[in-house]
Every structure is written in structure tokens, then in C-alpha cells.
Nanobody
Framework: QVQLVESGGGLVQAGGSLRLSCVASERTFSNYAMAWFRQAPGKEREFVASINWSGGSTNYADSVKGRFSISRDHAENTVYLQMSSLKLEDTAVYYC????????????????WGQGTQVTVSS
């Protein structure tokens, strides 16, 4: 059972930056693909970014390409989401997810989820 704990959310002005972190409990963290999803009020959870087990392959939703960057640190069992040029529409609860397989965009394919961290972008 993989436990995921997110941190780093908060209130930021539009155009600002935040870095989210997700620490995994599993010692075999390096075997898992990792991803970030988000869910805004009244909307479905959506894919934001993913990274494969080695960190050599990443994928992003079109809405965040060029602004967000996902990375992982195997020594720290941590995956990061660096968010820049934040927009009002980035406001959501951000969730970290893990999958013992290749990274995919489909939400239902991910096996383990964190509790989420709130990101609020103000004007």
C-alpha cells in the first residue's frame, strides 16, 4: 500500500509560482509512475502532468504546458510540481497519484492517491 502526502499548496496571485511536493511511503517508489491531477469545484478531476518511473519521460495537459514542470527525486521518494505563471483557472485541489505501470492520462487507471492540497490563485 502506497501512501502519498502532498504539501506546498496555498494562496498565490495570478502570475506567481508555487511548488507542490508529494512524498511517497513506498520504498520501491522508483518502480511507480507518478502524476498530478486537479479538481476544481463542480468539475471532474483532470490530468495535469505525469512522469515515468525513471523520470525520463513526462507528459502534460495542454492547459499547463510551458508553465508547469514535473520532476522526481528517488533519494527523497518525492515528486514535485513546479507551477509558474499561474492563472485564475489553475485554482483547484491538486492530487498526487501513483501507478505501478506506465503513466497514462486516464484518472481511473491510477491506483494510489494523496489527500490533496489546495491551490488558490487570486487576481
Amino acid at each position: 500500500q502506497v501512501q502519498l502526502v502532498e504539501s506546498g499548496g496555498g494562496l498565490v496571485q495570478a502570475g506567481g509560482s508555487l511548488r507542490l511536493s508529494c512524498v511517497a511511503s513506498e520504498r520501491t517508489f522508483s518502480n511507480y509512475a507518478m502524476a498530478w491531477f486537479r479538481q476544481a469545484p463542480g468539475k471532474e478531476r483532470e490530468f495535469v502532468a505525469s512522469i515515468n518511473w525513471s523520470g525520463g519521460s513526462t507528459n502534460y495537459a495542454d492547459s499547463v504546458k510551458g508553465r508547469f514542470s514535473i520532476s522526481r527525486d528517488h533519494a527523497e521518494n518525492t515528486v514535485y510540481l513546479q507551477m509558474s505563471s499561474l492563472k485564475l483557472e489553475d485554482t483547484a485541489v491538486y492530487y498526487c497519484a501513483a501507478r505501478y505501470d506506465r503513466a497514462v492520462m486516464r484518472t481511473s487507471a491510477w491506483n494510489y492517491w494523496g489527500q490533496g492540497t489546495q491551490v488558490t490563485v487570486s487576481s
